[in-house]
């Protein structure tokens, strides 16, 4: 078993492609011409966006969909960088929630937390090990 890749369903996948492009620098690795689903270039891991009904379609009925007005759902998606400060500021500037300012954890990590527009919890943080 290999872990292949994440989907974040939301109402606009152009525009998500857009946020996490200009907040972190992903480019778009694929992309369907009704923008139903897109794809980034974001190394061995994928993440990639899907439309609602795309969503509903699939799974066969409904579901709950992130709301970025709702408390975040139990689940994040973690991006590393050696800047977590200036990673965190240049997300805030593209349009993300801060939530949790940068800071050391006692194991030395440096770690904060936000919101992209749709909902999704993020976790900005410097690699370990």
Known sequence: MK?????????????ALDFYQRAFGFATAFVTDDAQFGQLDTGATALAFARHDVAAASLGGEYRPLNADAIPAGIEVGFTTHDVPAAFEKAVNAGATALTAPSVKPWGQT???LRAPEGTLIELCTPMG
């Open 111 to 113: 770690v904060a937390y």
């Open 3 to 15: 872990f292949g890749y994440t989907i974040v369903y939301v109402a606009d996948v152009s525009a």
